[in-house]
């Protein structure tokens, strides 16, 4: 049975004393932690900055922890068992996978091509690095990539969430030339780190995943997926053995729905607030966005499950740590870790974030499409309320048993009459009894074309 999982970090930005997105898209936890407990901070100085040297993702994560900068498997016998069970894990993979070859449009790196600048972030497993790849300039990116109805931070003041230019979104850096349309600064490069490369178990689960993360993202194209541009050239099994290991060169983002989320509990409801009125239509930005805006987040994460879905996707860590925003608004899911090609109806085993876990997926019997559609419940309930879920368990049995046995959901008293209903269908107990992805996007878009009133949401 696979029991690979992760802790919910769901708060954090680096450069901050808290648990930061970073660290939620390289690592994985035990299932058994929940986000909302103490957790140690992280300290996320840069590792190279600002020097014009060539180094690796996971060079800069020892620089950063204290460690040795040898990136080497301890013996030849683990390198040996890492690639065996990496190779293993591609051809099981490409043997069994329906979907297309990889893009035609992927590049193929040396790490010679990769300029390492700042450590962003070190996980359980990966560490993700700031970095300039000349050779990926000119590339477009998928900035215009807003539709009718997505959510858009251009016309919504973000100011008071950046002061700087730059955030990192768990799998990715934004840095974006504003006079184009190409990226033509900072890329975001993934890689396991010293740690996992350091421990024989730990580095054989990383490098698999991370394995089938490249191997997923490099097949698939839709403007709510994060972008892959690059991976290392040559024999990918091979690549883990070497100094450096394997990477990936990931699209940039601007922030992550957690930081938005924190930003927002924060600050003043909308002076008019309804499920027809968009953010452009207020003068007062420097509030909560509408209703209406909220559903449209909530939209474009739904069409992006709905096509993993259509691809027999299980994506199993949905949460608002894995959803990103890109500098022109548009919402990205990222960190296909966990996320698997389904054979059948379901896939085995327990993995994901324990607070957006689906009954069935906590009690260890299986994760199913059904499954995502109750972790996107959670994260629809947090999206309109505002509040973090289940903050009255402390510890995981009492929510395991809350949850699985006792059928206890976070209160819906604060979400606007309506969208409640429709947040409950979703997580239902019986996994057959929700609906599908194209069902939320079908329900989403009606409950947009009416104007409800809206609860108070009280204060925290």
Avoid at 109 to 134: K, N, Q, Y
Avoid at 414 to 439: L, N
């Amino acid at each position: 049975m696979e029991s690979a999982t992760t802790d919910d970090l769901s708060s954090g930005v680096i450069g901050e004393s808290v648990v930061t997105a970073a660290t939620a898209a390289a690592g994985r936890m035990n299932v058994e932690e929940l986000s909302h407990l103490p957790t140690p901070s992280n300290d996320l100085s840069p590792g190279v900055v600002g020097e014009s040297v060539v180094a690796t993702a996971t060079e800069a994560a020892g620089a950063a922890n204290g460690e040795e900068s040898s990136n080497l498997p301890s013996n030849d016998l683990t390198a040996s068992i890492v690639a065996e069970s990496v190779a293993a894990r591609i051809k099981s993979l490409e043997e069994s996978s329906n979907l297309p070859p990889p893009s035609s449009d992927l590049i193929y790196l040396e790490w010679d091509d990769v300029f390492m600048e700042d450590m962003l972030g070190v996980g359980g497993f990966a560490s993700v690095c700031l970095a300039t790849c000349p050779k990926l300039w000119g590339k477009q990116d998928r900035a215009g990539d807003l539709t009718e109805n997505s959510f858009s931070m251009n016309s919504y003041d973000v100011s008071w969430a950046h002061s700087d230019a730059s955030f990192y979104s768990g799998a990715s850096l934004m840095s974006i030339d504003e006079s184009s349309t190409t990226l033509k600064g900072a890329y975001a490069v993934k890689s396991l780190s010293n740690r996992t490369m350091s421990d024989q178990k730990q580095y054989v689960t990383g490098a698999c995943d991370l394995a089938s993360e490249a191997f997923l993202l490099s097949r698939l194209s839709h403007h709510n997926i994060i972008q892959l541009y690059a991976v290392t050239a040559g024999d990918v099994a091979e690549a883990f053995t070497k100094q450096g290991g394997f990477f990936l060169v990931l699209e940039a983002l601007d922030t992550t729905l957690t930081k938005e989320l924190d930003a927002w509990r924060n600050m003043p409801l909308p002076l008019i607030d309804d499920f027809v009125t968009k953010c452009s239509q207020r003068s007062n930005r420097n509030s909560v966005p509408s209703t209406r805006d909220r559903l449209d987040i909530a939209t474009d994460i739904a069409k992006g499950m709905l096509y993993l879905h259509n691809n027999n996707i299980v994506f199993r860590d949905l949460k608002p740590d894995n959803v990103g925003i890109d500098k022109a608004g548009q919402v990205r899911l990222f960190d296909f870790g966990l996320a698997r090609e389904v054979k059948g109806s379901h896939v085995k085993g327990v993995a994901g974030s324990t607070m957006y876990l689906a009954p069935e997926t906590i009690m260890g019997k299986f994760s199913c499409k059904a499954s995502d559609v109750f972790s996107f419940g959670i994260l629809c309930w947090e999206l309109m309320s505002l509040q973090r879920p289940y903050p009255e368990f402390k510890k995981p049995s009492q929510l395991q048993k809350a949850v699985c046995i006792d059928g206890h959901r976070p209160d819906l008293s604060s979400v606007a009459d309506g969208v409640d209903a429709f947040i409950s269908s979703c997580w239902q107990a019986d996994h057959e009894a929700r609906p599908s992805f194209g069902g939320v996007i079908a329900s989403l878009v009606n409950l947009k074309q009416f104007r409800t009133p809206k609860r108070v949401i009280p204060e925290t």
